[in-house]
């Protein structure tokens, strides 16, 4: 998957930092996000498929009806590759900003 992830891809990742079911990773998401991001099991459940089909995660055990997803060593290059992007985005967005005048230097 060369392209950017999009934010709910993102913050999927994030959460598969540690193998996780569903569940669990909607929980663990709201909670990095201090509630501020909250995806439904619909949207979590397509983006999952889409994150095996790119081999960006695998499909670790299932037990109990509970499928635990985790990332694979191409899916942790990509997501260390997308906050870099993303620092990188923030970088620029800053600059254009406090060239404007409109946020305060530091």
Do not use: C, N
């Not at 891809?9 to 501020?36: D, V």
């Not at 299932?62 to 694979?72: C, D």
């Not at 990188?88 to 230097?105: C, H, P, Q, S, T």
Request: hydrophobic letters at 45%.
């Amino acid at each position: 998957m060369e392209e950017s992830l999009t934010d709910s891809m993102y913050f999927i990742m994030l959460a598969l930092l540690k193998p996780q079911h569903g569940y669990a990773i909607m929980k663990e998401i709201s909670q990095l996000t201090a509630g501020k991001v909250e995806i439904g099991p619909a949207s979590v459940y397509t983006i999952l498929k889409k994150l095996l089909k790119a081999q960006l995660i695998v499909l670790e055990e299932s037990h109990e009806r509970k499928k635990i997803y985790r990332l694979t060593p191409l899916g942790v290059e990509t997501l260390k590759a997308e906050v870099v992007r993303r620092e990188k985005l923030f970088r620029v967005g800053e600059i254009a900003l406090k060239k404007a005048g409109v946020m305060d230097e530091d």
